[in-house]
């Protein structure tokens, strides 16, 4: 997994949070959309506020 964040001016903050997983190995489709909907509703990212853009990507296979 790698994190990054953006900051942005005016007021100085962060203004996007960027999330990448990595999986190497055998993930069927199943568990692969149970991932992606795990990482969408998580509870926290929810509680964030909503001008900050969060940007997940899954990379498969690798």
Known sequence: MV??????ADPRRIG???IDFYFS???G???RKMLRR???T???G???????K???NFYFDI
């Open 3 to 8: 994190t990054e964040k953006v900051m942005v």
């Open 16 to 18: 996007e949070i960027k």
């Open 25 to 27: 190995g055998n993930i």
């Open 29 to 31: 489709e199943k568990e």
């Open 38 to 40: 795990v990482a969408e």
């Open 42 to 44: 998580c509870p926290v």
């Open 46 to 52: 929810k509680s964030l506020h909503p001008d900050l």
């Open 54 to 56: 969060q940007t997940i």
